[in-house]
């Protein structure tokens, strides 16, 4: 009987695998914009991030993502976050997120560029340190955005 439960037990095991490093998603409702430091998010999403790019505007987007496969099922799970840091470490936006639920006004509060008609900042200088031509290419690099959301996004970037 023994051998049995230590048997399905490794079956089991070995049936699961995962990469990255899981992540508290949820906080991700918690980030500021201009205010929360890089350090404040890590702490805020329990892990350090996997993956740091930086642009050449001097920003950089650092990734947290955690994928699991089962090995029985074949079934993935990915859920990612790629967030945009100043050169000085302090929160920008989201700039992509992959199954991970956040309400649509902390949506709009975290991944949509200021737009400058609801200021006096032109539209080249709504994120900030990020030239507007900078803006669009990270726009043409985001990948799985409806092509609305990729039309709004345009248009802040644009001051339309």
Known sequence: MRLIVVCLLVAVLAGCASSGRNFNA???????????????TRQL????????????????VSYWRFIRVNGFSGNTSITEAGLVFTPGGTFVRILQLQNIDLSQADRHRLMVLPAASSSSVPASQAQPGV????????????????????????KAINGQ
């Open 131 to 154: 030239s507007r031509e900078q803006q669009l290419q990270e726009l043409q690099n985001t990948q799985g955005l409806s092509y609305d959301e990729y039309q709004r996004r345009y």
């Open 45 to 60: 999403l329990g892990a350090p991030p996997v993956q740091t790019v930086l642009a050449p505007s001097g920003n950089s």
């Open 26 to 40: 949820q906080n991700l409702a918690q980030l500021e914009p201009g205010r929360t430091t890089f350090d404040q």
